[in-house]
């Protein structure tokens, strides 16, 4: 069974930044893929990036978030990271990681209901 448990989020000024951590419990097979999502208030829960462990320099991003953020994990951490910059009031939103163990095609490397185990979520307030 594995736990993600996520933690970094907080209230930032537009332009701002901040770096959110998913610490994992339990054991993840390389051939696993993990992700950040988010959702606001009354929207559905989008991706925003995913990488897989097997290649982590595969990483795939939201237009969204492109060019501002970053997903990487620290295997000796047993954490994923995704650090935000330039952040904007429409990044305001619950932010979650997520993991899944089975092949993730290339047209659902953001698509939440691919995803089997979820944290808590951190919130992310980003003001103007």
């Known amino acids: 069974q594995v736990q993600l448990v996520e933690s970094g989020g907080g209230s930032v000024q537009a332009g701002g930044s901040l770096k959110l951590s998913c610490q994992i419990f339990?054991?993840?097979?390389?051939?696993?893929?993990m992700g950040w999502f988010r959702q606001a208030p009354g929207k559905e829960r989008e991706g925003v990036a995913s990488?897989?462990?097997?290649?982590?320099?595969?990483?795939y991003y939201a237009d969204s978030g492109r060019g501002r953020f970053t997903i990487s994990k620290d295997n000796a951490k047993n954490t994923l990271y995704l650090r935000m910059n330039s952040l904007k009031p429409e990044d305001t939103a619950m932010y979650f990681c997520?993991?899944?163990?089975?092949?993730?095609?290339?047209?659902?490397?953001?698509?939440?209901?691919?995803?089997?185990?979820w944290g808590q979520g951190t919130q992310v307030t980003v003001s103007s």
């Open positions: 990488i897989d462990i097997d290649t982590p320099a595969s990483t």
């Open positions: 339990g054991y993840v097979p390389v051939t696993a893929f």
């Open positions: 997520a993991l899944t163990t089975a092949n993730v095609g290339s047209l659902f490397r953001l698509a939440p209901s691919r995803f089997d185990y």
